[in-house]
T-cell receptor
Framework: DVKVTQSSRYLVKRTGEKVFLECVQDMDHENMFWYRQDPGLGLRLIYF???????EKGDIPEGYSVSREKKERFSLILESASTNQTSMYLC???????????FGDGTRLSIL | RKEVEQDPGPFNVPEGATVAFNCTYS??????FFWYRQDCRKEPKLLMS???SGNEDGRFTAQLNRASQYISLLIRDSKLSDSATYLCAGDSGGGADGLTFGKGTHLIIQP
């Protein structure tokens, strides 16, 4: 079974802080993704990576950056957290482009 | 703009009934489609992949209609445990970018 692990289930941070969300997958998947999910808005793609050190903007990259130094790890960074970044953050990975994505447990992030 | 549309529901269905819901997509280049199940405050979990005309897994059947650009999910003999939100997703048509998800259909199975 695919295992995608996110570092925290719940996180509370303050406005202006730099926030790191970590995601690790154990299936040697090429592609990794970060989404956020909000009520009424569904899942929205923030950033994705198709290989080590490669990254591409998704639909809502503003206020975020990512890092993929190793194949198994994909980090999401909130450069200066703001209250509108309070959300559920979901990491996903997949082997290649026509395969399904597998999600981590999610991180519920609250910015106060 | 790529879009995937779903009726948000809720669909209230008695236990044992058959329920079906559709998902329409706007990107005619999409090749692969997926149904995910999401329980409240949990992550989406893969239910079925749909690559050609359809797929069947036990009580669940998915069908793809490329001409009309929709995917359907049929659940037979519904169980209380089927209560969840069902998300439909389609790929971009060959690139490495992410899936486009619908906002989900909320299903409630009533005893």
């Amino acid at each position: 079974d695919v295992k995608v692990t996110q570092s925290s289930r719940y996180l509370v941070k303050r406005t202006g802080e730099k926030v790191f969300l970590e995601c690790v997958q154990d299936m040697d998947h090429e592609n990794m993704f970060w989404y956020r999910q909000d009520p009424g808005l569904g899942l929205r793609l923030i950033y994705f990576s198709y290989d080590v050190k490669m990254k591409e903007k998704g639909d809502i990259p503003e206020g975020y950056s990512v890092s993929r130094e190793k194949k198994e790890r994909f980090s999401l960074i909130l450069e200066s957290a703001s209250t509108n970044q309070t959300s559920m953050y979901l990491c996903a990975s997949r082997w290649i482009s026509n395969q399904p994505q597998h999600f981590g447990d999610g991180t519920r992030l609250s910015i106060l | 703009r790529k879009e995937v549309e779903q009726d948000p529901g809720p669909f209230n269905v008695p236990e044992g009934a058959t329920v079906a819901f559709n998902c329409t997509y706007s990107n005619s280049a999409s090749q692969s489609f997926f149904w995910y199940r999401q329980d409240c405050r949990k992550e989406p979990k893969l239910l079925m992949s749909v690559y050609s005309s359809g797929n069947e897994d036990g009580r669940f059947t998915a069908q793809l209609n490329r001409a009309s650009q929709y995917i359907s999910l049929l659940i037979r003999d519904s169980k209380l445990s089927d209560s969840a939100t069902y998300l439909c997703a389609g790929d971009s048509g060959g690139g490495a970018d992410g899936l486009t998800f619908g906002k989900g259909t909320h299903l409630i199975i009533q005893p």
